[in-house]
């Protein structure tokens, strides 16, 4: 019987570990299939010129992705920007003073704006954000604004990623031992001061790891940033001009230019590039997560 048990539990470990090595070939067969369609468009081509010219007239050979991304860089910041404060007070908040009631109030919202469809936030911003841009926002910078710009992107998609951050740091603040807190208001701090230097001291690598995923979440939303983001080929050189990000430059173009092999392998590479940017930042969040863990041990 003991035999057997074992046998089992080996054959349960082989099997975990099997599926821990599928998930990691995934990302790797992934990376390989986009390298070897966008192929095309690197030959002739450096790496280099394509991602810093801003030349993009594809039925001329012409590939240039700085505008778009530029245009995936701002909108991504600014919703991070938008979300970070929020969602970090909102946590604090929740885990720090909010009563239990509160808390069955606040929860379910939180899990219904999360699990609403893109393409909702998408036609919110157009009905919403984008008219009180033009309207009341652009008119104090500039003689006349669509509303369709980086502002009207970032905004939606920070509303997006905001119930992922508050989740995602209420776990991490709920994971410091109650007897800290406990502590630190014996000692007479405020639950302000002990939120502040032993909560947020205690979850530093935590939080960052949260603001990384939420940056990597944001970086690929496709069809809410379609719908507001005005699609426009350039670099935006403020936040009341329009964009035009990667996804979006994949979704609105890719099923009409299949008959385009260049075009096709052109909207490889974009996904390519979307592909190493997220990462190379999940990448650097671990790199600076492991050196804060060995500064902490």
Same mark, same amino acid.
Request: hydrophobic share 55%.
């Given at each position: 019987?003991?035999?057997?048990?074992?046998?089992?539990?080996?054959?349960?470990?082989?099997?975990?570990? =099997?599926?821990?090595?599928?998930?990691?070939?995934?990302?790797?067969?992934?990376?390989?299939?986009?390298?070897?369609?966008?192929?095309?468009?690197?030959?002739?081509?450096?790496? +280099?010129?394509?991602?810093?010219?801003?030349?993009?007239?594809?039925?001329?050979?012409?590939?240039?992705?700085?505008?778009?991304?530029? /245009?995936?860089?701002?909108?991504?910041?600014?919703?991070? =920007?938008?979300?970070?404060?929020?969602?970090?007070?909102?946590?604090?908040?929740?885990?720090?003073?909010?009563?239990?009631?509160?808390?069955?109030?606040?929860?379910?919202?939180?899990?219904?704006?999360?699990?609403?469809?893109?393409?909702?936030?998408?036609?919110?911003?157009?009905?919403?954000?984008?008219?009180?841009?033009?309207?009341?926002?652009?008119?104090?910078?500039?003689?006349?604004?669509? *509303?369709?710009?980086?502002?009207?992107?970032?905004?939606?998609?920070?509303?997006?990623?905001?119930?992922?951050?508050?989740?995602?740091?209420?776990?991490?603040?709920?994971? +410091?031992?109650?007897?800290?807190?406990?502590?630190?208001?014996?000692? /007479?701090?405020?639950?302000?001061?002990?939120?502040?230097?032993?909560?947020?001291?205690?979850?530093?690598?935590?939080?960052?790891?949260?603001?990384?995923?939420?940056?990597?979440?944001?970086?690929?939303?496709?069809?809410?940033?379609?719908?507001?983001? *005005?699609?426009?080929?350039?670099?935006?050189? *403020?936040?009341?001009?329009?964009?035009?990000?990667?996804?979006?430059?994949?979704?609105?173009?890719?099923?009409?230019?299949?008959?385009?092999?260049?075009?096709?392998?052109? =909207?490889?590479?974009?996904?390519?590039?979307?592909?190493?940017?997220?990462?190379?930042?999940?990448?650097?969040?671990?790199?600076?997560?492991?050196?804060?863990?060995?500064?902490?041990?």
């Amino acid at each position: 019987m003991l035999r057997g048990r074992i046998v089992k539990d080996k054959m349960a470990q082989g099997l975990m570990c =099997l599926l821990t090595i599928l998930s990691i070939l995934f990302v790797l067969v992934m990376a390989v299939g986009l390298y070897l369609k966008s192929a095309p468009v690197l030959e002739g081509r450096s790496f +280099v010129s394509l991602i810093t010219s801003s030349e993009w007239k594809p039925m001329k050979g012409e590939f240039g992705f700085l505008p778009f991304i530029v /245009g995936s860089l701002w909108v991504t910041f600014l919703a991070i =920007l938008i979300a970070f404060p929020i969602s970090l007070l909102t946590a604090i908040y929740l885990t720090e003073y909010a009563r239990p009631k509160v808390r069955k109030l606040v929860f379910p919202a939180l899990d219904i704006l999360a699990a609403l469809p893109s393409v909702i936030y998408g036609v919110w911003g157009m009905l919403v954000i984008v008219p009180w841009i033009s309207s009341h926002v652009a008119p104090h910078f500039m003689d006349f604004s669509s *509303g369709y710009t980086v502002l009207a992107a970032g905004i939606v998609l920070g509303v997006m990623v905001l119930p992922l951050l508050v989740s995602l740091f209420i776990e991490v603040f709920s994971s +410091v031992p109650i007897e800290l807190r406990e502590a630190s208001l014996a000692l /007479g701090a405020t639950r302000w001061q002990t939120a502040k230097k032993v909560v947020l001291r205690k979850t530093l690598a935590g939080m960052l790891a949260a603001t990384v995923l939420a940056v990597s979440r944001a970086m690929g939303e496709t069809i809410a940033v379609l719908m507001v983001c *005005g699609c426009v080929i350039g670099i935006p050189k *403020g936040v009341l001009e329009p964009c035009y990000p990667i996804p979006a430059l994949i979704a609105n173009n890719y099923g009409e230019m299949l008959s385009m092999p260049l075009y096709e392998s052109a =909207l490889m590479f974009a996904a390519l590039i979307l592909f190493a940017v997220v990462l190379v930042f999940n990448l650097l969040s671990r790199i600076i997560l492991y050196r804060i863990e060995r500064k902490e041990a």
